[in-house]
């Protein structure tokens, strides 16, 4: 029969593909994970990755246990913040995610602001796209964090807290004397950020949602990973994109960008995400309280 460290151990492995990597994030040494692992694969006569490349692979067995052992280990979790939720902030980690460009809301300002408050709680801070801190938390990875909707919410409780206008970006500044319809983005040449995630990204899942039903396409000459390196691109005019109020009124945008609304008003909605009947620990609801003031103050 297998244990719940086994578990953990082939969870966080199969997740990271390394098991020095998992090594390091489970504070084990390495070849305890190895070990842990061998005697699973032991314990059932089947091997769980395929091991010699570069990155580990899981094997059809690995793949069949991987969403088992990913709610065990949750439950286990959830179980232990359960029991946790009564005692004081005196220790524990707050494992929370952050929207990508958290940054211009501020929030990067209120993980100084929580560990001068409770500096014995270790933070653990994910500032990855809206789509992926949705999955984590989902998944038990992250208890909590703040996304930009729409996400997928299966199994998710959402809370809005806050709304920013999304504005047309443009070095253009006849493009930026009339508020632009779906049909205008169509016909201009876009630069646009988030790359990796495309279409999926909450933002830009509302524009193709509107270009749907408008019967028209949208289509990039350049994408980038950064909303940085996109209004770089949009100053030395090799097209034009679309940001937060948030983000246009940050003072770090070049010089020569000229921000309007679009025809029918754009928003990004800024929302809590947890685990639907999870308990949050008390310093994963703490950040939760701080970020919901310094959101809506």
């Not at 692992?37 to 793949?63: I, N, Q, S």
């Not at 807290?161 to 253009?172: G, K, P, Q, S």
């Not at 949602?209 to 770089?232: F, I, M, N």
Request: charged residues 20%.
């Amino acid at each position: 029969m297998f244990s719940l460290v086994q578990l953990r151990v082939f969870a966080t492995a199969a997740r990271v593909r390394s098991f020095t990597a998992a090594a390091a994030e489970l504070h084990m040494a390495q070849p305890s994970v190895s070990e842990f692992v061998r005697r699973l694969e032991d314990e059932y006569g089947t091997r769980l990755f395929v091991r010699g490349g570069r990155r580990l692979m899981l094997t059809e067995a690995g793949e069949a246990l991987l969403p088992v052992a990913l709610k065990v280990t949750s439950s286990a979790d959830e179980a232990d913040r359960a029991l946790r939720a009564i005692t004081s902030l005196a220790g524990g980690t707050v494992s929370f995610g952050l929207l990508r460009n958290a940054k211009y809301y501020r929030l990067e300002t209120l993980l100084a602001r929580f560990h001068e408050r409770y500096p014995s709680v270790r933070l653990r801070i994910i500032g990855i796209n809206s789509v992926e801190v949705a999955n984590s938390v989902a998944t038990g990875e992250l208890e909590a964090g703040l996304v930009v909707l729409p996400i997928d919410t299966d199994g998710l409780t959402v809370t809005p807290l806050t709304r920013d206008e999304v504005l047309y970006t443009t070095a253009d500044p006849a493009r930026a004397a009339e508020p632009p319809t779906i049909e205008d983005l169509a016909g201009r040449e876009l630069v646009l950020y988030d790359a990796h995630y495309g279409w999926r990204d909450p933002t830009r899942r509302q524009l193709l949602e509107r270009a749907s039903l408008a019967g028209v396409h949208l289509d990039p000459v350049v994408e980038v990973e950064q909303v940085e390196s996109a209004l770089t691109l949009v100053a030395a005019g090799i097209g034009d994109t679309f940001v937060s109020r948030a983000v246009a009124e940050s003072g770090a945008c070049p010089p020569g960008l000229h921000f309007v609304p679009f025809a029918d008003p754009l928003h990004d909605t800024v929302a809590l995400v947890q685990r639907e009947g999870a308990v949050l620990s008390p310093a994963t609801a703490e950040i939760v309280r701080l970020a919901l003031a310094m959101l809506q103050g």
